[in-house]
């Protein structure tokens, strides 16, 4: 079965087409009936993807939340799911009574595990054990100063242990914090020119430090070096917009993932899995643009395991989807 889209009109699902230059090579196949099936009727919204250290992956979710308009709100259920890559069986839940909107959710190199919570403006930063380590942004309290967020979106970690948030759907900009948690400098306002932003939405580093950023409402993608200049873009051009990248170039490039809709919204033509080299070219796309008689999707983020396999997340049907490289016959 290959990843494909069909987008749905009224009551009428309809093929959606569209052009791509992209190669047959390398396309991945859809893992049927993973993860297991009690995973998709205990979640809520799934937000944000990783892989720890043991290869698992740690799954974000928005549980039983309403919205994310009152921070005293908090989720009583359990947040984030650990779950074995293999199997698909649940390792480990935790994260109750401590969030209110979750987003997004990236671990680092020593195993810590960063989210961020648009609705308590706030970055949080855990050990692998789910001990509290470090918290910035002020609790319900937006801002666009050194110590406040405005409902930001992702966190990506340096080498160093410095750290870059995406802040994200208020503020418009990139913020670089020491390993400490030390404001260092920002860069980014609303806007459509380079360096500017509509809704940076995820943030990942490539091997060279560099900062690439999907930048959502605007259908791209921007890379910056480490002081924020900008370097390059590239554009989705049929407009679909740009909700996360991944950049896991030992495993086969950077990875993006985009949700298109038309007719202000109503005609949900849903996500492709976009698979670029190492000059940004498009190598492989797959989605909506496929073949394959399934549900039409709106991908929010997407992770790599050390064996290529691809792990997106749908807000539209609340479910984890893995897809494992194979050929086409």
Same mark, same amino acid.
């Given at each position: ?201 995820? /943030?990942?580093? +490539?091997?060279? @430090? $560099?900062?690439? =950023?999907? %930048?959502?409402?605007?259908? #791209? &993608?921007? *890379? !910056? ?76 983020? /997407?992770?790599? +395991?050390?064996? @290529? $396999?691809?792990? =997106?997340? %749908?807000?539209?049907?609340? #479910? &984890?989807? *893995? !897809? ?6």
């Amino acid at each position: 079965m290959l990843l494909g889209m069909y987008c749905m009109i009224g009551a009428t699902m309809v093929k959606a087409q569209e052009q791509t230059n992209t190669s047959s090579d390398g396309k991945y196949i859809l893992v049927e009936d993973w993860p297991e099936s009690s995973i998709r009727s205990n979640m809520g919204q799934p937000s944000g993807l990783g892989i720890d250290r043991e290869g698992n992956l740690i799954v974000f979710h928005r549980a039983d939340a309403i919205d994310s308009s009152d921070p005293k709100r908090l989720i009583s259920k359990n947040t984030m799911l650990k779950i074995d890559t293999h199997s698909g069986e649940v390792l480990k839940e935790r994260g109750d009574g401590l969030f209110c909107w979750p987003h997004g959710l990236n671990v680092d190199k020593d195993g810590n595990i960063w989210v961020t919570d648009v609705g308590l403006h706030q970055v949080f930063k855990f050990d692998e054990n789910g001990v509290l380590l470090m918290k910035l942004g002020v609790t319900g309290e937006a801002g666009s100063d050194t110590m406040h967020f405005n409902k930001p979106t992702d966190v990506a970690v340096a080498e160093d242990g410095s750290f870059y948030v995406s802040d994200g759907y208020g503020n418009s900009r990139v913020v670089k914090f020491s390993p400490s948690g030390k404001f260092m400098f920002q860069w980014g306002e609303k806007g459509t020119g380079e360096g500017q932003f509509n809704i940076p939405h995820s /943030i990942d580093l +490539d091997g060279d @430090g $560099n900062v690439i =950023v999907a %930048d959502r409402n605007n259908a #791209r &993608i921007q *890379k !910056f070096d480490a002081k924020g200049n900008f370097l390059e873009e590239w554009r989705n051009e049929v407009g679909a917009n740009v909700y996360a990248i991944k950049a896991a170039f030992t495993k086969g490039g950077l990875f993006a993932v985009d949700y298109r809709v038309e007719n202000d919204g109503a005609q949900i033509l849903g996500s492709n899995i976009i698979q670029f080299d190492s000059d940004f070219n498009v190598v492989n796309q797959q989605g909506r643009i496929g073949a394959y008689d399934g549900p039409v999707c709106r991908y929010h983020d /997407i992770e790599i +395991d050390e064996a @290529g $396999n691809i792990y =997106v997340v %749908d807000l539209l049907e609340n #479910r &984890i989807q *893995k !897809f494992e490289r194979g050929s086409i016959d």
